[in-house]
């Protein structure tokens, strides 16, 4: 457990190399880049100056709810550092700025092995298993705020 981390907003470009490394493990560069980067916030956790874990998330309702939604999407920690808290301190961060935003949904496309990092966090799934040609099996989850 890092007892100095800080979770603090970053930009879009600095998500990139552990999207990379973790997300998108030998694809290029631009399968990291997402089209609502420049609409998302990005959340960056350090420990000691070093990125440790990340996350961004923009405005989107979760198909067919009619509350204002948020997609979380790009959530990794640096392969060294997982199951030491970071996920869960990021994945606060987030649902610290949404509420903030008046937002009541943070929903997103779980990896099937992320399925029950997110479930302990207060998610849960929402219709079947789906395949993503450069991730693998997923779900969607979903979490209200409150």
Known sequence: MFTDLKTLP????ETLPLRLAVLRPGLPRE??????????VHFGAFSESVLVGIASLHQENLPNEA?????????????????????????RACENYVVARGGTVLWCNARKDAAAFYARN?????????????????FVMWKALT
């Open 67 to 91: 509350r204002i939604g948020w997609r979380l999407r790009g959530m990794a920690s640096a392969e060294n550092t997982q199951r030491q808290g970071i996920g869960s301190a990021v994945l």
């Open 122 to 138: 207060g998610f849960t799934i929402v219709g079947e298993e789906f395949e993503i040609p450069t991730a693998g099996p997923h």
């Open 31 to 40: 399968s990291a880049i997402f089209a609502e980067d420049s609409r998302a």
């Open 10 to 13: 970053i930009a879009a470009e």
